[in-house]
C-alpha cells in the first residue's frame, strides 16, 4: 500500500501577508498579531497524508476505488480516462490548533482562523507541488467532499474517504465529527489526480460572495 506521511512542512506565510488580508492599521493591532503570528508558526506543524488508490470501476453516479464505493455524478464525470488518483488530508496540525483554543477574545480568535487557515494553505500546495513532481504530473486536480453544492460530493461521503486513506487520526491528529466535519477545522481532504484540464470546486458552487472563490461559477 502506497501510502506516505509529510511532516516537514515549511510554513512560508509572513507577519505582513497576515497583517494586509486582515487590513490591520492600529499599532497595537499590528504588536498583537505580530506576537500572535510568530507563537503560531513556533507551534505549527502542518502535515499532509496521501494514498495511492486506483480505479476499479465507474458506473455513474458510482465510482469504485480500491475497493470503496463513492456516490457523486460529478466524481464520476471527473474520473474518465483516469487510471490513479491520491486520496489525501492536509492540516493545519493539531499542535497550533490546540493552542489557538486557549485564547477567548473573539476577534483574536478570528485573526488566529486566519493564520491557521494559511498554514493549511501552505500543507496543500506543498502536497500538490510534491505529487507533481514524484509522480511526473503537469496538471493536477482536486475533488473534495463537502465543496461546491451540497450534491457536487456530499460530506458524508468523508466517512468513506478517511478509510480509504487509513490511520488518518493516528498520522495526522485530523478526526471527524459525528456530522463529518474534520477537526481541526483547517484541515481538507480529498482526492488529488492528473487531468488535462484543471479542475476547481468553486465551479459548481452557487454561493456568492464566498471569500475564497477561485473561479466563477460555471456548471457546464
Known amino acids: 500500500m502506497e501510502r506516505f506521511l509529510l511532516d516537514t512542512i515549511p510554513v512560508t506565510a509572513t507577519t505582513d501577508e497576515i497583517i494586509k488580508t486582515l487590513r490591520l492599521e492600529e499599532e497595537e493591532d499590528i504588536l498583537l498579531i505580530t506576537g500572535l503570528f510568530a507563537k503560531a508558526t513556533e507551534l505549527a ?4 497524508l496521501y494514498k495511492v488508490a486506483y480505479l476499479d470501476e465507474i458506473d455513474s453516479p458510482h465510482v469504485t476505488i480500491d475497493g470503496v464505493r463513492f456516490n457523486s455524478a460529478v466524481l464520476a464525470h471527473n474520473m474518465e480516462g483516469v487510471h490513479r488518483v491520491f486520496a489525501y ?3 493545519c496540525g493539531k ?6 483554543h486557549t485564547e477567548k477574545d473573539y476577534i483574536v480568535n478570528f485573526w488566529l482562523d486566519i493564520i491557521k487557515e494559511r498554514i493549511l494553505l501552505d500543507a496543500r500546495n506543498f502536497l500538490r507541488e510534491y505529487i507533481k ?3 511526473g504530473i503537469n496538471t493536477i486536480s482536486s475533488i473534495n467532499p463537502g465543496s461546491g453544492n451540497v450534491d ?3 460530506i458524508a461521503q468523508q466517512q468513506l ?6 490511520e488518518v487520526t493516528e498520522d495526522t491528529g485530523v478526526r471527524l465529527t459525528d456530522t463529518c466535519l474534520m477537526l481541526p ?3 481538507t481532504s480529498g482526492l488529488l489526480y492528473g487531468s488535462d484540464k484543471e479542475f476547481i470546486n468553486c465551479s459548481l458552487c452557487e454561493r456568492k460572495n464566498c471569500p475564497r472563490r477561485q473561479v466563477e461559477y460555471t456548471p457546464a
Open 45 to 48: 506543524r502542518p502535515k499532509a
Open 89 to 91: 488530508v492536509c492540516t
Open 95 to 100: 499542535e497550533v490548533d490546540d493552542w489557538s
Open 133 to 135: 513532481k514524484k509522480y
Open 152 to 154: 457536487t460530493w456530499p
Open 161 to 166: 474517504l478517511f478509510p480509504l486513506i487509513g
Open 185 to 187: 477545522t483547517k484541515s
